[in-house]
């Protein structure tokens, strides 16, 4: 399986042939650093946000008490535990989504926003995205299932699904089909590169 050529940044020639990149550059600038910092926020309030759910029962015990009126007031030490290690565990993939989306605009951020590299970085984060939601739902009834594993079978819950996954879904395979179309793009002006 031969690597993907890395394309550079479409700040060399073509760029200073055309002023519509350089401002496009400028125009998307403070959005690119707005989105670097906003999925690095995000990935470390999303993981301080598990790590502070799980470690107040108190607070597990009334969301799941409101959400699925299930009593998980006898849940073990173990059952918090295991439940936070499969938290964490999806976590882990949303990070790499955030990784993923801050190369997206640190390379926009320096030019390429239509380079190869680009489209293939703003792909990944769009499938393993997508990835993610299924594995969030699947987790979600994991997580049930063992803060509630006390309980008789007949008081117990499985997983459900939330209108948000469908819009995330939705969400992702845009993004999935505009990585598409930029990379056809980035691929085509290479080509056309080569002939000037």
């Keep these: 399986m031969t690597r993907p050529r890395r394309m550079q940044p479409m700040t060399d020639a073509v760029a200073f042939q055309d002023p519509r990149f350089s401002a496009l550059r400028v125009r998307i600038g403070w959005i690119c650093q707005t ?32 959400l699925l009126q299930i009593d998980v007031s006898g849940a073990s030490q173990s059952q918090y535990a295991t439940a936070t290690a499969l938290s964490l565990f999806v976590w882990v993939f949303a990070a790499v989504i955030s990784f993923c989306l801050w190369r997206v605009f640190s390379l926009y951020r320096e030019g390429g926003v239509f380079s190869a590299e ?12 997508l990835f993610t939601v299924l594995l969030d739902v699947v987790m979600r009834s994991a ?3 063992t803060i509630a594993s006390h309980l008789p079978p007949g008081q117990n819950h499985h997983g459900y699904i939330r209108l948000e996954d469908l819009l995330n879904v939705i969400f992702l395979l845009v993004l999935i089909a ?3 179309i930029f ?9 056309h590169a080569q002939f000037v």
């Excluded at 670097?36 to 301080?48: E, K, T």
């Design 35 to 66: 989105v670097r910092a906003l999925v690095i926020v995000f990935a470390g309030a999303d993981l301080l946000a598990i790590l502070t759910f799980w470690a107040d029962h108190g607070k597990v015990e009334r969301h799941y008490r409101e």
């Design 118 to 129: 680009a489209a293939l970085w703003l792909r990944r984060a769009g499938v393993i995205g």
């Design 143 to 145: 997580i049930i299932l």
């Design 178 to 180: 505009i990585a598409h």
């Design 183 to 191: 990379k056809t793009a980035a691929d085509i002006a290479g080509e």
